[in-house]
């Protein structure tokens, strides 16, 4: 327990005087506070806005796990087509590459200009972002399957189907959870960057995304801060939940938890 | 009792087998294999035998000659064979039990019955009590027990295995082998093993086919006539060394060959 609490001490530590420096540059360099708020202001700005916070909160939330959610099926599914041959995967890889390498805020005006602006298009981007580390991984996991577990399940004549659900399907979970990790923290930066282009035009409906350049087009900067913090929260959320989730399905039989049993 | 025919376990007539870049693995191996026996296969690495329990459970086919396992393909003839490979390969997401029950499950067999049969062959090797715990939690001993309890689940008639204490201390490895034994006498399987151990090709086997290597070959088949049950008591007396000994020599020159 102590040995648990005291490295959050020191992270609490960390946070306070982090605060106070911040103070400091204020009153010392006596910025103004539409160029830097303090603290303090960012707190009240929290509180006093707090519904409108949270309403864009959650529709950035809803379209980052909406995109989330959809790259993880779309992503298992194409997994599943490169997983059957080196061929088809020779043939279909690069287009993954080119999924990752593919610069967001370039082709957000194209689909702004084909979806319209809206949650939809915004979990569009978030989708597009974050599917090629699902594919990846799935794929690096459900191709990586021991030679002779294969041969065992095969000496049972086992069809095809007993081949992918009890044998390549529950191997490549490990591996699609760190794909899941690594999608859920860019398929919130791509929702918050799709909401700077395609969030709702309507006041009060836009996400975190829309509210920010909202926020700086009207000089609130206390505002715009707690957006950010809003943003940041939103990110660890994303964060714990794949970790939790990741967790409670291999906790029991993987790897990965003895090293934490160690710790 | 008239006499009738019995199809041995397994024939190999003038098996050849080479790669798809035409490198010669085995050369020509003729070999029958009649029920009950328990023959190992001792050679030193490179030189086919993991091949030879390949060909028998037909995961690989021969580029010559025939293979019959109980009169039939090797294909068709899988149903009553099981394979134990050097490592335990369990799925780690399942518990010991379902290991255990896997074969059984792929080929249809209902839980009660997998439970029922699953939680026999754990008293038997011994791990009653783990039967909820996951691979993980094992050591490699225990892994390996667990291993013999999922090929013995299906009531096979031969047994392949494939090097499967080679990674384990001598003590366990001992233990095992002397286990192994026992198991074979209640469940009468005929048994094919490979190894590079002398000493645990000797204490197990009623028969030793000594491999050759590049091409693998049989380079000589020699009767262990040392009478069952065998204990480890075994192991210290002068029979068990001077045949040891004489196995020893004969794959030295296999090797030098």
Redesign the interface.
């Known amino acids: 327990m102590r040995r648990r609490l005291i490295p959050l001490a020191n992270a609490l530590c960390v946070f306070a005087a982090m605060l106070l420096l911040w103070q400091a540059v204020l009153w010392i360099f006596r910025v103004p506070p539409f160029m830097l708020p303090s603290p303090w202001a960012v707190a009240r700005a929290v509180v006093a806005r707090f519904p409108a916070l949270v309403a864009s909160l959650s529709i950035t939330a809803g379209e980052a796990g909406g995109g989330l959610l959809a790259s993880v099926v779309a992503g298992v599914l194409i997994a599943l087509i490169f997983a059957q041959s080196r061929w088809v995967r020779r043939m279909l890889y690069p287009y993954t590459i080119l999924l990752q390498t593919v610069p967001i805020v370039a082709i957000a005006p194209l689909i702004l200009m084909w979806v319209g602006a809206g949650a939809a298009a915004v979990t569009l981007i978030a989708f597009i972002i974050s599917l090629a580390p699902v594919i990846a991984n799935t794929t690096q996991g459900l191709i990586s399957v021991?030679e002779?577990?294969v041969?065992?399940?095969?000496?049972?004549?086992?069809s095809p189907k007993?081949l992918l659900f009890?044998?390549r399907l529950?191997?490549a979970?490990p591996s699609l959870f760190v794909g899941i990790r690594i999608a859920s923290g860019i398929a919130v930066i791509g929702a918050i960057t799709g909401e700077l282009y395609a969030g709702s035009s309507q006041v009060g409906q836009g996400g975190l995304g829309y509210s920010i350049l909202y926020a700086s087009s009207q000089l609130q900067t206390d505002y715009l801060f707690a957006l950010v913090l809003a943003a940041t929260v939103l990110g660890f959320g994303f964060f714990f939940v794949v970790m939790f989730l990741e967790w409670y399905f291999l906790h029991?039989?993987?790897?990965s938890a003895?090293a934490q049993d160690a710790e | 009792m008239t006499e009738t025919f019995v199809a041995p376990q397994v024939e190999f007539a003038g098996v050849s087998k080479s790669y798809a870049d035409g490198r010669l693995v085995l050369d020509a191996i003729d070999l029958t294999v009649a029920k009950g026996e328990f023959v190992t296969l001792l050679g030193s690495s490179g030189c086919g035998k993991s091949t030879v329990l390949?060909l028998i459970?037909g995961?690989t086919s021969p580029s010559a000659g025939t293979i019959r396992v109980d009169g039939m393909t090797p294909k068709n003839g899988?149903?009553t064979?099981?394979?134990i490979?050097q490592?335990a390969?369990l799925?780690?997401?399942?518990t010991v039990r379902q290991n255990v029950g896997?074969?059984l499950?792929?080929?249809g067999v209902n839980g009660d019955r997998r439970r029922e049969k699953a939680a026999f062959l754990l008293d038997r090797v011994g791990l009653g009590n783990v039967g909820e715990a996951?691979?993980?939690e094992l050591s490699g001993g225990m892994k390996m027990r667990v291993s013999i309890a999922r090929a013995l689940a299906?009531s096979p008639k031969l047994l392949l295995m494939d090097e499967p204490f080679a990674a384990l201390d001598e003590m366990t490895r001992d233990r095992l082998n002397e286990e192994l034994l026992r198991w074979r006498e209640e469940q009468q399987w005929t048994g094919i093993f490979v190894t590079h151990s002398v000493a645990e090709a000797v204490f197990l086997s009623t028969r030793i086919v000594v491999l050759a290597s590049n091409p693998g070959r049989i380079h000589s088949v020699i009767s262990v006539k040392l009478p069952f049950p065998r204990t480890a008591a075994l192991r210290a007396s002068p029979e068990f060394g001077t045949l040891a000994l004489e196995v020893s020599r004969t794959l030295r020159e296999a090797t030098l060959q």
């Open positions: 021991d002779n577990l041969h065992l399940f095969l000496m049972h004549n086992a007993q009890k044998l529950p191997h979970v029991r039989w993987h790897e003895r | 390949k459970s995961l899988r149903e064979v099981s394979y490979f490592d390969t799925l780690p997401w399942r896997l074969g499950e792929l080929e996951y691979p993980r299906t």
